[in-house]
Nanobody, 127 residues
Framework: QVQLVESGGGLVQPGGSLRLSCAAS???????????MGWFRRAPGKEREFVVG????????YYADSVKGRFTISSDNAKNTVYLQMNSLKPEDTAVYYC?????????????????WGQGTQVTVSS
């Protein structure tokens, strides 16, 4: 069974930084390495929203306007792990952050286009 497990969330002051990790495991994960990895978030009372999407190859990356210039996605394909470096955090970045994966297809910011999800990790930005 393929699984995604996020870690690295926590409480940080405005202007601070956090790095989230998403480790993938499972015997059939090789089907996903030709597709996309993404980070999404859900703030209290809001729908899940796209943060960033990146092909496993690293050729294509798309960021939401709200995080562009502050967040950076990277990956260690040998470890099947994706990272989200978050800098200059703002209170409005407070949310549960999820990593997700899809096997193939064109770029899409829609959560519905991703079929493998982690359990989420809480990020709280507050003084």
């Amino acid at each position: 069974q393929v699984q995604l497990v996020e870690s690295g969330g926590g409480l940080v002051q405005p202007g601070g930084s956090l790095r989230l990790s998403c480790a993938a495991s499972g015997g059939t994960f090789s089907r996903y390495v030709m597709g996309w990895m993404g980070w999404f978030r859900r703030a209290p009372g809001k729908e899940r929203e796209f943060v960033v999407g990146r092909t496993w190859s690293g050729v294509s990356t798309y960021y939401a306007d709200s995080v562009k210039g502050r967040f950076t996605i990277s990956s260690d394909n040998a470890k099947n792990t994706v990272y989200l470096q978050m800098n200059s955090l703002k209170p409005e970045d407070t949310a549960v952050y999820y990593c997700a994966s899809r096997q193939s297809g064109a770029y899409s910011p829609s959560p519905a286009s991703y079929d493998l999800w982690g359990q989420g990790t809480q990020v709280t930005v507050s003084s």
